[in-house]
């Protein structure tokens, strides 16, 4: 996978080109408040689906954040789905403000990857974690360090991007997708994983430090 340089997501432009359209017809047909809205929208979308740079940790055995916002929770949970074993949980949730491109925890290889249909209730609750729209996957190391990470679908987001398929080869923090309007990553990590985030802190995705492989 090669990665985006592209100062916003390519996902977006549709989106921005459109309105930005309109804004422009608005103008010349004179409606000036409509086309002051156009503009006020347009920047907000570009803001939205902006691709910020960002440094990447060159450090061995650390798991990186997937995902800008805010940690929810992190504990110790039993997962049923895919690893079927105990795990360290570590969920975070973007806001409409967060940056919303997702990018890859540790290098590895995608080994599975899983979409599951569901709701879409507010993601920064815990029920969101099985009940709503999701795409798995799972990455594997060279030395078998295995992780699940669970892209998940908000109240208000109704479409999740994922790139890569099972098979592929991925490079920490690399962008591998994102999740539209607000929504919710969590990461299932080896029990023997130390982490370092708490309850309430704000992290970034590809830089901010998530744990550290004992």
């Known amino acids: ?53 960002r440094k990447i940790p060159d450090l061995q055995n650390v798991i990186l954040s997937p995902a800008d916002g ?16 105990k795990t360290l949980k570590v969920s975070i949730f973007m806001s409409l403000f967060d940056v919303h491109l997702n990018r890859i925890p540790i290098s590895g290889k995608v ?3 899983n979409y599951l249909p569901g709701h879409f209730h507010v993601a920064s609750v815990e029920k969101s974690s ?8 799972i990455l594997e190391s060279e030395d078998r360090f295995k992780i699940l990470l669970v892209q998940i679908a908000g109240f208000v987001a109704r479409r999740i991007v994922c790139y890569p398929k099972a098979g592929d080869s991925v490079r920490k923090g690399e962008i591998f997708g994102l999740i539209r309007f607000g929504s919710r990553v969590d990461l299932y990590l080896p029990i023997v994983v130390i982490s370092i985030v708490r309850v309430g802190q704000h992290v970034k995705g590809g830089e901010s430090i998530i744990g550290y492989r004992a």
Do not use: T
């Open 1 to 53: 996978m090669k990665q985006n340089r592209w100062p916003m997501a390519k996902e977006g432009l549709p989106f921005l080109i459109a309105v930005v359209l309109l804004a422009v017809i608005f103008g010349f047909m004179g409606w000036k408040v409509w086309m002051s809205l156009g503009i006020l929208l347009s920047l907000f979308i570009a803001y939205f689906f902006r691709n910020p740079k």
């Open 70 to 85: 805010r940690i929810v929770h992190v504990g110790e949970c039993q997962e049923k789905r895919f690893l079927k074993e």
């Open 111 to 113: 080994v599975e990857r």
């Open 130 to 137: 099985l009940l709503n729209e999701q795409n798995a996957m």
